[in-house]
């Protein structure tokens, strides 16, 4: 089982950067992917999720300065986020929501979380 986030890093407030995670074909092939994230101090929580065929899902604080896409051979989702706020830092991970679980207490928890990346924003 492989979950590998990568290209975070720290930009200025309305500044962009693009994600990518790499997952394994037993957790890719047939599953929506989706991204999550973890800020200090609080719950991971859901930022957007696509389906085998594109369709894309959003939580409301990201709705129209994040895009999620996947590439199907090669295993990998993407993430570019624009226009950041302070308030998108965290650390940002993958996985299919088939693996996922919400706990009312710590948020959304899973046995595969795998390597997240960390993203600060500047104010």
């Known amino acids: 089982v492989q979950l590998q986030a990568s290209g975070g890093g720290l930009v200025q407030a309305g500044g962009s950067l693009r994600l990518s995670c790499a997952a394994s074909g037993s957790i890719f092939s047939g599953n929506s992917m989706g991204w999550y994230r973890q800020a200090p101090g609080k719950q991971r929580e859901f930022v957007a999720s696509?389906?085998?065929?594109?369709?894309?899902t959003y939580e409301d604080p990201v709705k129209g300065r994040f895009t999620t896409s996947r590439d199907n051979a090669k295993n990998t989702v993407y993430l570019q986020m624009a226009s950041l706020k302070p308030e998108d830092t965290a650390v940002y991970y993958c996985?299919?929501?088939?693996?996922?679980?919400?706990?009312?207490?710590?948020?959304?928890?899973?046995?595969?979380w795998g390597q997240g990346t960390l993203v600060t924003v500047s104010s």
């Open positions: 696509i389906s085998v065929g594109g369709t894309t």
């Open positions: 996985n299919t929501p088939r693996l996922t679980r919400y706990n009312s207490r710590v948020g959304y928890m899973s046995d595969y």
